[in-house]
């Protein structure tokens, strides 16, 4: 099956966009790749989750945006990659809007999440570089509408227990030289009623085709914390289409809305109450930016689709993380 868990990975390293941290330097890619492997200064302990009015108020004064593209497309010639005009449009644009993760959520996933087998290992060596948290991050309750999907959330706490434990971390790989990424996502959800649930899942690795990158990857973790495939179409961002609608599944006699409203819920006798995670980002040499998102229902058995809607409960964070050197991981341990 297509490694869309893949996040098309290369969003959850999402693109710096101009956005660094304060008092950060960000490296400058080096005239080979080799040397764009090797500047790399990064501890993980730069790297934190963001909150997204601080990164946008320090989107201009870190990085020039002219100099910010001129490496990125320096980055995409060493690598024989094309140019994504539409992802630097948003490198070009953060800087005045100040909306860079909801234009992150509607970028189109440029990556190849078809070219490798499932099996395929990621190559990790000295050009690899590494996005990554540096610890948990906590995910905020969405009350209303989101920021970054546009769409409105319930209010009620009735899936995820308010004062429990609702938290994600990422590690995304990037070889330039073999035009590689993969990444590794972990979360602990606290249900209602319920211990905290621990998980994780590799998404296999993907090809870049294209600078900078953007990708989703989607899964669902189950009450265990084991994961298995989301069954919605595509790499969605979110379960909601509006407020009346889920998004489309992807097998309609396979999987159906019936059973897709069955599953993420926790309201009923024989209800899957499990969890819909969503992690997209765009990439540059230097940075990632995305957004990591939990969601799930709260409605009684054959309740209607709009019922469902407007039970959907989201958690969200947005994370800005700096270029690293390998560091001798593999997220496909």
């Known amino acids: 099956m297509k490694i869309k868990k893949l996040l098309n990975l290369i969003i959850l390293t999402l693109f710096i966009t101009s956005n660094a941290f304060a008092g950060v330097t960000v490296a400058v890619p080096s005239t080979t790749l080799t ?6 200064s990064f501890t993980s302990s730069t790297n934190n989750n963001v909150n997204p009015s601080v990164t946008s108020s320090q989107t201009s004064t870190v990085v020039n945006t002219t100099t910010l593209i001129e490496n990125v497309t320096k980055a995409a010639d060493e690598a024989g990659l094309d140019i994504d005009q539409a992802a630097i449009n948003i490198l ?3 800087s005045e809007s100040g909306d860079l993760f909801s234009k992150i959520n509607d970028a189109k996933d440029n990556i190849g999440d078809d070219i ?16 990554k948290d540096a610890d948990w991050m906590d995910l905020g309750k969405v009350n209303g509408v989101s920021s970054t999907t546009g769409q409105s959330y319930s209010t009620n706490n009735n899936f995820f227990d308010v004062n429990g ?24 959800v606290t249900r209602v009623g319920a211990s905290t649930a621990e998980g994780s899942f590799f998404t296999g690795v993907a090809a870049l085709e294209k600078f900078p990158a953007v990708g989703s990857t989607v899964r669902r973790f189950n009450s265990d914390g084991s994961n298995t495939w989301d069954d919605w179409e595509g790499s969605q961002r979110t379960m909601v289409k509006n407020a009346e609608e889920l998004v489309n599944t992807w097998d309609g006699e396979a999987s159906t809305l019936e059973n897709q409203m069955d599953a993420y819920n926790n309201n009923f006798d024989g209800s899957g109450s499990a969890v819909f995670v969503s992690a997209n980002a765009l990439v540059t040499e230097s940075a990632l930016s995305g957004t990591i998102a939990m969601e799930a229902g709260h409605c009684a058995d054959n309740c209607t ?9 989201r958690w969200e964070a947005n994370t800005t993380l700096v270029a690293e050197e390998w560091d001798g991981t593999s997220p496909a341990d």
């Open 35 to 40: 040397q764009v492997a090797n500047s790399m």
């Open 165 to 188: 434990t609702q938290q994600a971390k990422s590690a995304t790989y990037v070889n330039l030289a073999t035009n590689e990424i993969s990444a590794k996502i972990w979360t602990r």
């Open 116 to 131: 490798y087998s499932d099996d395929k290992k990621p190559t990790l060596n000295s050009q690899t570089i590494v996005y």
């Open 92 to 94: 070009q644009n953060d």
């Open 305 to 313: 689709e709009e019922a469902f809607v407007q039970s959907v409960e």
